[in-house]
C-alpha cells in the first residue's frame, strides 16, 4: 500500500538584487543541521501563491518586491506528496517590516553571488527552483 503525504501547495523564491541571490540558512529536522535555501514557505488556507510569496518573502528576510514573475511549478514528491512548488522571481526590492517568524523556524539571511549559487544549495526544492530560473534566464 503506497501512503501518500498529504501537504499543502508551497512557494519557492528565487530573489536576485544586483547579481547576489537571497538564501536563508536554517535548522531543519530532517537534515540534523543547518540548511541553506531559497526562501520558502507553505501555502495557508486559501491563500494565492503570489500572496504566500510576498509573505514568506517579508516573513523570511525582512524584503518586499516591486516586481514579481511566475517562474513555473513542479510536484516536490510525486510519488508519495501532494505538494506542489509554486516558484516565483521577486526583484526591485525594499525593506519591509517583517512578520513574527513560527516557532519553529530559525532563519538567517545570506547573499551570495549568483554563479556558484546552485552548488551552494542544500535542498532538493530549491535546487529544482533555481535551475528552472537559471533556464529562464
Do not use: N
Not at 14 to 33: A, F, I, N, T, Y
Amino acid at each position: 500500500m503506497v501512503q501518500i503525504v498529504q501537504h499543502p501547495p508551497s512557494v519557492v523564491l528565487v530573489v536576485v538584487e544586483g547579481g547576489e541571490l537571497v538564501l536563508v540558512r536554517q535548522s531543519r529536522p530532517g537534515s540534523g543541521s543547518r540548511t541553506l535555501e531559497l526562501p520558502s514557505g507553505k501555502l495557508e488556507d486559501g491563500e494565492a501563491p503570489a500572496d504566500a510569496a510576498a509573505r514568506e518573502l517579508a516573513e523570511e528576510c525582512g524584503l518586499a518586491a516591486e516586481v514579481w514573475s511566475p517562474v513555473g511549478t513542479f510536484w516536490a514528491a510525486p510519488g508519495y506528496s501532494t505538494e506542489l512548488v509554486h516558484v516565483f522571481e521577486a526583484s526591485v526590492l525594499s525593506q519591509a517590516d517583517p512578520a513574527q517568524l513560527d516557532d519553529d523556524e530559525d532563519i538567517e539571511v545570506e547573499r551570495r553571488p549568483l554563479a556558484g549559487a546552485l552548488e551552494a544549495l542544500d535542498d532538493a526544492a530549491s535546487i529544482a527552483a533555481l535551475a528552472l530560473w537559471l533556464e529562464r534566464q
